[in-house]
C-alpha cells in the first residue's frame, strides 16, 4: 500500500445529495491533492493544499468544496453534482509541492452521480 | 505550458519479451519526468522519476527509462516482460522553472499475454 487511504472506495449519490470524500495519509507529507480520473481523459488536477493552505485551485467548479484541517486530512465536499461528475477522484500525497517530489496516490472513490 | 503525449492507447507483448511504452513531452524549460502506473480498482503507483543526471533512470520492478533530451521523449522499457505487469501506464512532467503542476498523459493500457 503506498500510505494514503481513501473513503469510501465507491459512492452513488443523487444530483440533489451532499456527501464527503475523506482522504488521510500516513507519510509526513506536507502537500495534498485531489485529481479527477474520466474514462480515456487525462488525470485533471482539482486542487493543491500545501501545509493546510490551498495553493491552487484549478478553476473547479464550487459544487467540489475541498477542506484540509490537518496535513494528514484532506476532504471534498460534494453537492448538486452533475452526472458528468461521475469519476474516479483521487488524493495523493508529496513530501512537498516543489516540483521534484513525486506524488503518492489513494485507491480512489468510485463516484456515479445519479 | 507544458504537455504530456502517449501515442499508443494500448501495447501488447507476449511474456519474456522486452516492453517499451513510449511517451514525449513538451515543456518550457527542463523538465522533472515521472512514470506511473495503475492496477485495476487502484490508485497510481510511483515506478521512477527523472530529475537530472544519467539519462538512463531504473526504478521499481525491473523497469527503467530512457530520458533523450533532443527527442524530447522519456519511454518507459522492461527487458523481460511479466503478466504481472499489466496495466495502465501514466507519464508525467513538470516543468522545473513554470508551473508546479504536474501533467499527465492520457495512459497506455500495456497488455502482457502468457
Known amino acids: 500500500e503506498t500510505g494514503v487511504t481513501q473513503t469510501p472506495r465507491h459512492l452513488v449519490m443523487g444530483m440533489t445529495n451532499k456527501k464527503s470524500l475523506k482522504c488521510e495519509q500516513h507519510l509526513g507529507h506536507n502537500a495534498m491533492y485531489w485529481y479527477k480520473q474520466s474514462a480515456k481523459k487525462p488525470l485533471e488536477l482539482m486542487f493543491v493544499?500545501?501545509?493546510?493552505?490551498?495553493?491552487e485551485n484549478n478553476s473547479v467548479p464550487s459544487r467540489f468544496s475541498p477542506e484540509c484541517p490537518n496535513s494528514s486530512h484532506l476532504f471534498l465536499h460534494l453537492h448538486t453534482l452533475q452526472p458528468e461528475d461521475s469519476a474516479l477522484y483521487l488524493c495523493?500525497?508529496?513530501?512537498?509541492?516543489?516540483?521534484?517530489?513525486?506524488?503518492?496516490f489513494g485507491p480512489g472513490t468510485r463516484l456515479t452521480v445519479t | 505550458a507544458q504537455s504530456v503525449a502517449q501515442p499508443e492507447d494500448q501495447v501488447n507483448v507476449a511474456e519474456g519479451n522486452p516492453l517499451t511504452v513510449k511517451c514525449t513531452y513538451s515543456?518550457?524549460?527542463?523538465?522533472?519526468l515521472f512514470w506511473y502506473v495503475q492496477y485495476p480498482n487502484r490508485g497510481l503507483q510511483f515506478l521512477l522519476k527523472y530529475i537530472t543526471g544519467d539519462n538512463l533512470v531504473k526504478g521499481s520492478y525491473g523497469f527503467e527509462a530512457e530520458f533523450n533530451k533532443s527527442q524530447t521523449s522519456f519511454h518507459l522499457k522492461k527487458p523481460s516482460a511479466l503478466v504481472s505487469d499489466s496495466a495502465l501506464y501514466f507519464c508525467?512532467?513538470?516543468?522545473?522553472?513554470?508551473?508546479?503542476?504536474?501533467?499527465f498523459g492520457k495512459g497506455t493500457k500495456l497488455t502482457v499475454n502468457p
Open positions: 493544499y500545501s501545509l493546510e493552505e490551498r495553493v
Open positions: 508525467a512532467v513538470r516543468d522545473q522553472g513554470g508551473s508546479e503542476k504536474l501533467v
Open positions: 515543456v518550457s524549460g527542463n523538465p522533472y
Open positions: 495523493a500525497s508529496s513530501q512537498d509541492r516543489w516540483v521534484s517530489y513525486e506524488q503518492y
